[in-house]
Protein backbone atom coordinates (compact mmCIF):
# COMPACT_ATOMS: atom_id res chain seq x y z
CA UNK A 1 0.00 0.00 0.00
CA UNK A 2 2.97 2.35 1.11
CA UNK A 3 4.33 1.78 -2.57
CA UNK A 4 0.84 2.81 -4.05
CA UNK A 5 1.08 5.84 -1.80
CA UNK A 6 -2.40 4.73 0.08
CA UNK A 7 -2.42 5.35 3.53
CA UNK A 8 -3.39 2.70 6.08
CA UNK A 9 -3.72 2.01 8.82
CA UNK A 10 -3.61 -1.04 11.35
CA UNK A 11 -7.21 -0.63 12.73
CA UNK A 12 -8.57 -0.52 8.90
CA UNK A 13 -6.29 -3.76 8.33
CA UNK A 14 -8.44 -5.42 11.09
CA UNK A 15 -11.70 -4.32 9.76
CA UNK A 16 -10.74 -5.92 6.45
CA UNK A 17 -9.72 -9.15 8.31
CA UNK A 18 -13.35 -9.62 9.91
CA UNK A 19 -14.87 -8.12 6.69
CA UNK A 20 -13.51 -10.86 4.57
CA UNK A 21 -12.33 -13.75 6.73
CA UNK A 22 -15.26 -15.65 5.88
CA UNK A 23 -14.89 -15.19 2.48
CA UNK A 24 -10.74 -16.41 2.88
CA UNK A 25 -11.95 -19.24 4.83
CA UNK A 26 -14.61 -20.73 2.29
CA UNK A 27 -12.24 -20.11 -0.82
CA UNK A 28 -9.54 -21.90 1.51
CA UNK A 29 -11.77 -24.81 2.00
CA UNK A 30 -11.97 -25.33 -1.65
CA UNK A 31 -8.37 -25.73 -2.47
CA UNK A 32 -7.77 -28.19 0.54
CA UNK A 33 -7.47 -31.75 -0.15
CA UNK A 34 -9.56 -34.23 1.25
CA UNK A 35 -8.35 -35.47 4.61
CA UNK A 36 -8.16 -39.47 5.49
CA UNK A 37 -10.74 -41.56 6.95
CA UNK A 38 -8.78 -41.97 10.59
CA UNK A 39 -8.43 -38.94 12.52
CA UNK A 40 -6.41 -37.75 15.72
CA UNK A 41 -7.74 -35.09 18.27
CA UNK A 42 -4.89 -33.43 20.61
CA UNK A 43 -3.99 -30.24 22.24
CA UNK A 44 -1.05 -28.65 22.83
CA UNK A 45 -0.14 -25.67 25.16
CA UNK A 46 1.64 -22.71 23.02
CA UNK A 47 2.49 -19.46 23.93
CA UNK A 48 1.01 -16.95 21.90
CA UNK A 49 2.01 -12.81 22.53
CA UNK A 50 2.97 -13.83 25.98
CA UNK A 51 -0.05 -15.60 26.80
CA UNK A 52 -0.27 -19.39 27.49
CA UNK A 53 -2.61 -20.92 25.10
CA UNK A 54 -4.50 -24.12 24.35
CA UNK A 55 -4.30 -25.51 21.02
CA UNK A 56 -6.78 -28.26 20.10
CA UNK A 57 -6.01 -29.45 16.57
CA UNK A 58 -7.94 -32.34 14.72
CA UNK A 59 -5.27 -34.34 12.51
CA UNK A 60 -5.99 -37.25 9.49
CA UNK A 61 -3.26 -39.86 9.24
CA UNK A 62 -0.94 -38.63 7.43
CA UNK A 63 -0.60 -35.56 9.46
CA UNK A 64 -2.49 -32.99 7.44
CA UNK A 65 -4.72 -30.71 9.60
CA UNK A 66 -8.79 -31.07 9.49
CA UNK A 67 -9.39 -28.66 11.84
CA UNK A 68 -8.00 -26.47 14.95
CA UNK A 69 -8.93 -24.22 17.42
CA UNK A 70 -7.25 -21.74 19.51
CA UNK A 71 -8.66 -20.98 23.50
CA UNK A 72 -7.61 -20.12 26.69
CA UNK A 73 -8.46 -23.21 28.94
CA UNK A 74 -8.76 -26.60 28.19
CA UNK A 75 -12.51 -27.15 28.27
CA UNK A 76 -14.96 -30.14 26.98
CA UNK A 77 -16.89 -27.71 25.18
CA UNK A 78 -13.65 -26.52 23.15
CA UNK A 79 -13.15 -29.97 22.33
CA UNK A 80 -16.81 -30.60 21.24
CA UNK A 81 -16.42 -27.11 19.14
CA UNK A 82 -13.42 -28.83 17.15
CA UNK A 83 -14.72 -31.81 16.67
CA UNK A 84 -18.29 -30.82 15.40
CA UNK A 85 -16.26 -28.18 13.29
CA UNK A 86 -13.92 -30.66 11.36
CA UNK A 87 -17.01 -33.01 11.31
CA UNK A 88 -19.01 -30.34 9.28
CA UNK A 89 -16.76 -29.47 7.19
CA UNK A 90 -15.19 -32.34 6.03
CA UNK A 91 -17.24 -35.64 6.80
CA UNK A 92 -17.48 -38.15 9.79
CA UNK A 93 -14.62 -40.42 10.71
CA UNK A 94 -15.52 -43.78 12.03
CA UNK A 95 -12.26 -44.23 14.80
CA UNK A 96 -10.80 -41.06 16.53
CA UNK A 97 -7.29 -41.60 18.24
CA UNK A 98 -6.94 -39.38 21.55
CA UNK A 99 -4.66 -39.25 23.60
CA UNK A 100 -5.78 -39.52 27.59
CA UNK A 101 -7.85 -36.70 26.95
CA UNK A 102 -10.81 -36.36 29.24
CA UNK A 103 -12.26 -33.22 27.10
CA UNK A 104 -11.96 -34.93 24.11
CA UNK A 105 -13.39 -38.59 25.70
CA UNK A 106 -16.47 -36.18 27.02
CA UNK A 107 -16.61 -34.76 23.17
CA UNK A 108 -16.93 -37.70 21.35
CA UNK A 109 -19.64 -38.99 24.15
CA UNK A 110 -21.62 -36.30 24.09
CA UNK A 111 -21.91 -35.67 20.16
CA UNK A 112 -22.64 -39.36 19.86
CA UNK A 113 -25.75 -38.83 22.14
CA UNK A 114 -26.84 -36.18 20.43
CA UNK A 115 -25.89 -37.05 16.61
CA UNK A 116 -26.99 -41.23 17.56
CA UNK A 117 -23.84 -41.66 15.78
CA UNK A 118 -20.84 -44.75 16.44
CA UNK A 119 -17.58 -42.93 17.23
CA UNK A 120 -15.67 -44.63 18.35
CA UNK A 121 -12.68 -43.23 20.43
CA UNK A 122 -9.72 -45.16 20.41
CA UNK A 123 -6.82 -44.71 22.90
Not at 15 to 24: A, E, G, L, M, R
Not at 37 to 61: E, F
Not at 79 to 88: E, G, H, Q, T
Not at 108 to 115: A, E, G, P
Request: hydrophobic share 35%.
Amino acid sequence: MKIRQVLVDHTKIRCWVYKFIHFIESEANKEKGRVGASWRLDGTYSKIKGTWCYLYRALDKLGNTVDFLLDRKIQRWSAYLILIKSIRKNYKSGVINIYKSGSNTTAIKVYNKRSLSKIKPRL
